[in-house]
């Protein structure tokens, strides 16, 4: 055969292969319905009494002053290492904590930790002593920024190696099923992790096992540094389980109703035994990746667009007026939160630092 007429041999015609339903083979396994799969109902605004939008005010609000504190605090060297602020991305937090049960539910993130804290309702004074590396602090100093954890509140970590946290969520959502005890873990985690290999081993596992996890993507738009349009090829990042026929919900993150009633659609689909949910969050950080990030690959009337558009703490103001509270209460619970986050600098900046001895504690866990 000329080399020109092998390009042009007649394709044969494709066989049609019966998958088995066991090694040994034997009658074709029947299709899986995906077509006929529930899924979740698209969420509304979450209708809130005017005690939970003063509530979310003063949360949103106590974020936001805690940590333009931190960040003062570390420019005068009073806070060491890594500091990442969660400036801007205060409705996320504040609308899923809110909906979760305490000492029932668990929740994990990365390093960007401290405002989930604070939403989860665990003393300012214990946080802004474990950043400037105190005794008192939630972690008795050793963890700083990056790394907080209470058992107390279910609150795992505060992790610094990226996706980390959404394998061990995993491991809690397992935990929680195994246990059979009704809890939910809710796994934060970025844009930028979302790009991470173990992130889908663990959707995979969490599918076939139907854990009782949410997914909650911060997607705040530039990772460490670098767009999302830029470094991901689909940047819908609530399509991420399609292929583990894991159902993904996005959602306006910085309006704090639209997070609430997003998780509570997320909760009912997890509570009636349906495994895992995904909700992407469309968010945004003011400040940059890191304390050390100067942010030069935006530009600042970008940002302040943002600030005068998409403001989570400006937009619960209007829902807040819309209910009747005087502009006299808002400013009231301003100078409260900030005198609480003053209290909170000037206990940490008082605490005495962690004992020599504290090195060889913490180190293993013993059970019996």
């Known amino acids: 055969m000329k080399q020109k007429d092998a390009l042009l041999v007649k394709p044969t015609t494709p066989r049609t292969i019966k998958k088995s339903s066991s090694p ?19 969420p509304m605004d979450y209708t809130a009494s005017k005690e939970e939008l003063l509530a979310f005010y003063r949360q949103m609000t106590l ?107 995993t491991g809690l959502g397992f935990a929680h099923k195994y246990s059979n005890d009704g809890g939910v873990c809710v796994a934060y985690f970025g844009d930028g992790a979302s790009n991470q290999g173990q992130v889908y081993e663990s959707f995979n596992m969490a599918e076939l096992w139907k854990l009782p996890i949410i997914y909650v993507i911060e997607n705040n738009q530039y990772a460490m540094g670098t767009s999302v349009n830029r470094s991901s090829a689909e940047d819908q990042l609530f399509r991420r389980g399609e292929s583990f ?67 989570p703490i400006e937009g619960i103001k209007k829902h807040l007026e819309a209910a009747g509270v005087s502009t006299d209460e808002i400013k009231s619970i301003d100078s409260e939160i900030r005198k609480v986050v003053n209290d909170s600098a000037d206990f940490a900046e008082t605490s005495p630092e962690p004992d020599l001895a504290e090195l060889y504690t913490d180190v293993l866990v013993e059970q019996y």
């Open 245 to 311: 026929r894991i159902p993904g919900i996005q959602v306006n993150g910085m309006d704090v109703l639209a997070v609430r009633g997003a998780i509570e659609e997320a909760l009912k689909w997890v509570h009636a035994g349906n495994g895992p949910i995904l909700l992407e969050m469309k968010t945004y950080r003011y400040r940059g990746h890191s304390m050390s990030d100067p942010a030069k690959y935006r530009s600042r009337e970008e940002v302040q667009e943002m600030r005068e558009k998409s403001d």
């Open 63 to 169: 974020i936001r002053r805690f940590e333009e504190k931190a960040g003062q605090l570390y420019g005068l060297g009073l806070i060491g290492g890594f500091c990442h602020l969660y400036i801007g991305q205060e409705a996320v937090a504040v609308g899923i904590q809110s909906a979760l049960t305490p000492g029932k539910d668990s929740v994990i993130t990365g390093y960007r930790d401290h405002g989930h804290m604070l939403a989860y309702g665990i003393d300012p004074n214990l946080i802004m002593a474990e950043l400037t590396g105190r005794a008192a602090g939630i972690s008795k100093g050793k963890g700083g920024s990056m790394h907080m954890f209470s058992v107390e509140h279910k609150f795992f970590g505060g992790h610094g190696i990226v996706g980390a946290q959404v394998s061990l969520g």
């Open 24 to 42: 040994a083979g034997g009658a074709e396994a029947p299709a899986r319905p995906d077509h006929n799969k529930a899924k979740p109902a698209p």
